[in-house]
């Protein structure tokens, strides 16, 4: 018999297609500027193929090897979580139908058009024809498939014209035209019409039938496959080849696994589809009808259009150098004396870049170990790792090689340090390393000290500037061997037992978090105040989500800010009625990881790299640290809290396991924390001029009525986007006014809401 799961759990991956979902919500939110909605809606489709390639992917495998997995929290089988995973993503293609309309209908008053061949003159359709087979035609192959034929290997995420063909004798067959080429452009301008585009691929779907002129045409649309890319360095294993060889042999094999996905941009017979998914090997379920484009990377050209009306962007912010960090002195020094907590992309990264500048040109430096999991391509933090190397230091660097789809990227640039003389590992075993860490150890006259760098986002220039994330710099002697022994056990190939202020993943991070639970729930019983905060990305940890529950029940106090996947429902009575959930989706990718247990002088604060994920927990090498320094305690609280009273872009996760709208401020002035956060940035900094437009963008991007005003919905005649949406509900009571949240207001998001590890 099927066991029943809980009523607070839900399943990862629909609750992963909800947070897709916010996403396009915001391409679609009026209050957010014309242009920076494009972004939000090819940013949907990113995640959505990446979601298609790694989660349907490894559901897929886990049922053609003939295991029965189900889920440990809602105990849906491979095949009922794949085949409700289907039947979503067709809704929301219905939803993204709407919304791309909506944008494009939008764009038509800022001199944006993109035009099917049916509203061109007959001498646009003249002129174009031409164009096709002087420009694109003699750059096609297309193909017909037969015995002779086989049907083609299909690339990942490539466009291809696909058309069914029949002879005079009566005989079907299907043709495949590649439509991705970069000999010809993707955006072709309509001769003597400025502003009127056409998209390559529609071009070649019109003229396709005289690339196949023996035969009659009985159906025609553009294709695309998305292909698995769940595939492990063991499946590749070569004794007798070098870890880095075996990656890039990994990367040649990911690039021709199976078919999970086929979209179709016009509907095809039953028949046609039929053989298409027997070619592809794929269930036939898995063909999706997708009424837009398959790829939506062309709106960054349209973007570029826009550029001279800037009220159709966000407001121009660029990270300010931190006020803790002065720039008369070395921050090796500044460390030395008092801890620094840097918040991106609020300030620069350029303090930790200006410490590790520092370290490789001083004398009394003699190593610098770091662990690196995703870096920027043309990376600062790499070049100064290779100035050290060749002024003498000892450089160490954990380069993660199988952080997916940076593969490639780290390959590289491990070379590129490994020829300036730095000494290279790859990760460790079964586990891979995702920690944020930095070592720098210094000779002194009585010995050794040390500077640890702990952080909560990658070593990468390009996403502090998009994601908000937290860096901890401290000259904690005790941090320091605690880093030195992570370091230790990495370099042999093992992993921390024991971590001392350090919680170190996987032997001592999760054991220690449910211990500062338990703490919480024993003050609970006593009659004390109780109280847990988390911001993460996700929450799927089982172990963790029972801990949570139990605390509720106990009655302790629980807050979550939760950018992603949260498969646990709050709200429930009796069972999570003391815990809220909210997820901030906006500007900025939310991914800072904070953890609180308590209130007051016994608060504890820690700073981690880690989700509540068990392949964070469990299958990771991951790090949190201590904050010990009250006012950088007081700044993480004003961060978290903040977050918790954003009603613009934070939405509430309530008891029917759907994300609600807020209003917790009166007189319709929403609070957006990533647009507080950077005013107070600006201040901090002395900027008082730019903080003051700050507040601007806040009125107009956030919440303000003149927006509203301003971005009128078009398409008259079809349904709203808001249709779609969740009806607004009345919160139960003591969920109204955010009041517990603790007094102050602030958060931000995700304009790049996709993978950010």
């Given at each position: 018999m099927k066991k029943k799961a809980a009523v607070y759990f839900q399943?990862?991956?629909?609750?992963?297609?909800?947070?897709?979902?916010?996403?396009?919500?915001?391409?679609?939110?009026?209050?957010?500027?014309?242009?920076?909605?494009?972004?939000?809606?090819?940013?949907?489709?990113?995640?959505?193929?990446?979601?298609?390639?790694?989660?349907?992917?490894?559901?897929?495998?886990?049922?053609?090897?003939?295991?029965?997995?189900?889920?440990?929290?809602?105990?849906?089988?491979?095949?009922?979580?794949?085949?409700?995973?289907?039947?979503r993503v067709k809704h929301l293609e219905r939803k993204k139908q709407l919304i791309y309309e909506q944008l494009m209908g939008e764009l038509e008053p800022e001199g944006i058009h993109i035009i099917n061949f049916q509203k061109l003159s007959d001498e646009e359709q003249?002129?174009?024809?031409?164009?096709?087979?002087?420009?694109?035609?003699?750059?096609?192959?297309?193909?017909?498939?037969?015995?002779?034929?086989?049907?083609?290997?299909?690339?990942?995420?490539?466009?291809?014209?696909?058309v069914l063909l029949s002879t005079r004798n009566g005989r079907r067959r299907i043709g495949i035209v590649p439509c991705s080429n970069?000999?010809?452009?993707?955006?072709?301008?309509?001769?003597?019409?400025?502003?009127?585009?056409?998209?390559?691929?529609?071009?070649?779907?019109?003229?396709?039938?005289?690339?196949y002129q023996n035969y009659q045409l009985e159906g025609k649309s553009i294709l695309r496959v998305t292909r698995n890319a769940d595939i492990d360095a063991n499946d590749v294993y070569d004794e007798d080849m070098d870890y880095r060889g075996m990656m890039e042999q990994l990367l040649k094999k990911r690039s021709r696994l199976n078919p999970v996905?086929?979209?179709?941009?016009?509907?095809?017979?039953?028949?046609?589809?039929?053989?298409?998914?027997?070619?592809l090997r794929i269930p036939a379920s898995h063909i999706i009808r997708s009424a837009t484009p398959l790829d939506l990377s062309y709106v960054f050209q349209l973007q570029n259009a826009l550029r001279q009306n800037p009220s159709l962007f966000y407001q121009k912010l660029s990270p300010r150098p931190s006020a803790s960090i002065s720039r008369a002195e070395s921050?090796?020094?500044?460390?030395?004396?008092?801890?620094?907590?840097?918040?991106?992309?609020y300030e620069s990264m350029k303090g930790f870049l200006s410490m590790l500048q520092d370290a490789s040109r001083d004398e009394n430096v003699v190593?610098?170990?770091?662990?690196?999991?995703?870096?920027?391509?043309?990376?600062?933090?790499v070049d100064a790792l290779c100035e050290a190397a060749e002024n003498g230091k000892e450089v160490l660097a954990l380069v993660e090689l199988r952080a997916r789809f940076d593969e490639a990227n780290?390959?590289?640039?491990?070379?590129?340090?490994?020829?300036?003389?730095?000494?290279?590992?790859?990760?460790?075993?079964?586990?891979?390393?995702?920690?944020?860490?930095?070592?720098?150890?210094?000779?002194?006259?009585?010995?050794?000290?040390?500077?640890?760098?702990?952080?909560?986002?990658?070593?990468?220039?390009?996403?502090?500037?998009?994601?908000?994330?937290?860096?901890?710099?401290?000259?904690?002697?005790?941090?320091?061997?605690?880093?030195?022994?992570?370091?230790?056990?990495?370099?042999?190939?093992?992993?921390?037992?024991?971590?001392?202020k350090l919680l170190v993943a996987p032997n001592c991070l999760q054991n220690r978090i449910l211990c500062d639970m338990d703490r919480e729930i024993a003050k609970a019983a006593e009659g004390r105040p109780a109280y847990i905060g988390?911001?993460?990305?996700?929450?799927?940890?089982?172990?963790?989500?029972?801990?949570?529950?139990?605390?509720?029940?106990?009655?302790?106090?629980?807050?979550?800010?939760?950018?992603?996947?949260?498969?646990?429902?709050?709200?429930?009575?009796?069972?999570?009625?003391?815990?809220?959930?909210?997820?901030?989706?906006?500007?900025?990718?939310?991914?800072?990881?904070?953890?609180?247990f308590g209130l007051g002088a016994e608060e504890k604060i820690y700073l981690s790299s880690a989700d509540f994920m068990t392949r964070n927990t469990l299958r990771r090498v991951e790090v949190a640290s201590p904050i010990y320094d009250e006012a950088l305690k007081e700044r993480i609280r004003h961060i978290f809290d903040t977050g918790m009273q954003d009603d613009e872009k934070g939405k509430e996760l309530l008891s029917d396991g759907k994300y609600h709208d807020r209003e917790l401020h009166p007189l319709g002035e929403r609070l957006n924390s990533q647009e507080l956060f950077y005013r107070e940035a600006y201040l901090a900094a002395g900027e008082t001029e730019n903080a003051g437009r700050g507040r601007g963008a806040l009125r107009e991007a956030g919440g303000g009525k003149e927006r509203e005003r301003s971005s009128p919905l078009l398409l008259p005649e079809k349904r709203r986007f808001e249709e779609l949406l969740p009806l607004p509900v009345t919160l139960p009571p003591g969920r109204e006014s955010g009041a517990k949240s603790g007094g102050k207001t602030e958060q931000d998001s995700d304009s790049s809401s996709g993978r950010g590890d």
């Amino acid at each position: 018999m099927k066991k029943k799961a809980a009523v607070y759990f839900q399943n990862r991956e629909l609750s992963w297609l909800q947070f897709n979902e916010r996403v396009l919500n915001e391409a679609g939110n009026p209050r957010v500027p014309l242009a920076e909605r494009l972004s939000f809606a090819s940013i949907y489709q990113t995640n959505l193929d990446e979601f298609f390639m790694v989660r349907v992917g490894t559901l897929m495998v886990q049922m053609q090897s003939g295991k029965k997995v189900r889920d440990n929290k809602t105990n849906l089988s491979c095949k009922e979580q794949v085949r409700r995973i289907i039947r979503r993503v067709k809704h929301l293609e219905r939803k993204k139908q709407l919304i791309y309309e909506q944008l494009m209908g939008e764009l038509e008053p800022e001199g944006i058009h993109i035009i099917n061949f049916q509203k061109l003159s007959d001498e646009e359709q003249t002129r174009l024809e031409k164009y096709f087979d002087q420009a694109i035609r003699p750059y096609l192959s297309p193909m017909i498939v037969g015995k002779q034929q086989p049907f083609p290997f299909l690339q990942n995420r490539e466009l291809y014209a696909v058309v069914l063909l029949s002879t005079r004798n009566g005989r079907r067959r299907i043709g495949i035209v590649p439509c991705s080429n970069p000999v010809f452009r993707r955006l072709i301008e309509i001769p003597g019409r400025k502003g009127y585009h056409m998209l390559s691929e529609e071009l070649i779907l019109h003229f396709v039938s005289k690339l196949y002129q023996n035969y009659q045409l009985e159906g025609k649309s553009i294709l695309r496959v998305t292909r698995n890319a769940d595939i492990d360095a063991n499946d590749v294993y070569d004794e007798d080849m070098d870890y880095r060889g075996m990656m890039e042999q990994l990367l040649k094999k990911r690039s021709r696994l199976n078919p999970v996905r086929v979209e179709l941009t016009r509907d095809l017979n039953h028949s046609a589809k039929k053989k298409i998914a027997h070619y592809l090997r794929i269930p036939a379920s898995h063909i999706i009808r997708s009424a837009t484009p398959l790829d939506l990377s062309y709106v960054f050209q349209l973007q570029n259009a826009l550029r001279q009306n800037p009220s159709l962007f966000y407001q121009k912010l660029s990270p300010r150098p931190s006020a803790s960090i002065s720039r008369a002195e070395s921050v090796l020094s500044q460390v030395a004396r008092k801890d620094i907590l840097l918040s991106y992309p609020y300030e620069s990264m350029k303090g930790f870049l200006s410490m590790l500048q520092d370290a490789s040109r001083d004398e009394n430096v003699v190593s610098i170990r770091i662990t690196l999991y995703r870096v920027a391509d043309h990376s600062q933090i790499v070049d100064a790792l290779c100035e050290a190397a060749e002024n003498g230091k000892e450089v160490l660097a954990l380069v993660e090689l199988r952080a997916r789809f940076d593969e490639a990227n780290n390959i590289e640039m491990s070379r590129r340090l490994e020829e300036a003389g730095c000494q290279i590992i790859y990760g460790l075993g079964n586990y891979k390393v995702h920690s944020k860490l930095c070592l720098i150890t210094r000779k002194e006259e009585a010995g050794f000290s040390f500077i640890t760098q702990i952080g909560t986002g990658n070593y990468n220039e390009k996403t502090a500037a998009l994601y908000t994330d937290l860096c901890l710099m401290t000259a904690d002697p005790e941090i320091g061997r605690n880093a030195l022994e992570v370091f230790r056990c990495l370099l042999q190939g093992e992993t921390v037992r024991e971590s001392g202020k350090l919680l170190v993943a996987p032997n001592c991070l999760q054991n220690r978090i449910l211990c500062d639970m338990d703490r919480e729930i024993a003050k609970a019983a006593e009659g004390r105040p109780a109280y847990i905060g988390i911001k993460i990305n996700s929450l799927t940890d089982r172990d963790i989500i029972e801990k949570l529950v139990e605390a509720s029940k106990a009655g302790v106090r629980i807050e979550m800010l939760i950018r992603g996947i949260s498969c646990l429902i709050p709200g429930i009575s009796g069972e999570t009625e003391n815990i809220r959930i909210v997820s901030i989706v906006g500007r900025f990718l939310e991914h800072s990881r904070i953890y609180r247990f308590g209130l007051g002088a016994e608060e504890k604060i820690y700073l981690s790299s880690a989700d509540f994920m068990t392949r964070n927990t469990l299958r990771r090498v991951e790090v949190a640290s201590p904050i010990y320094d009250e006012a950088l305690k007081e700044r993480i609280r004003h961060i978290f809290d903040t977050g918790m009273q954003d009603d613009e872009k934070g939405k509430e996760l309530l008891s029917d396991g759907k994300y609600h709208d807020r209003e917790l401020h009166p007189l319709g002035e929403r609070l957006n924390s990533q647009e507080l956060f950077y005013r107070e940035a600006y201040l901090a900094a002395g900027e008082t001029e730019n903080a003051g437009r700050g507040r601007g963008a806040l009125r107009e991007a956030g919440g303000g009525k003149e927006r509203e005003r301003s971005s009128p919905l078009l398409l008259p005649e079809k349904r709203r986007f808001e249709e779609l949406l969740p009806l607004p509900v009345t919160l139960p009571p003591g969920r109204e006014s955010g009041a517990k949240s603790g007094g102050k207001t602030e958060q931000d998001s995700d304009s790049s809401s996709g993978r950010g590890d």
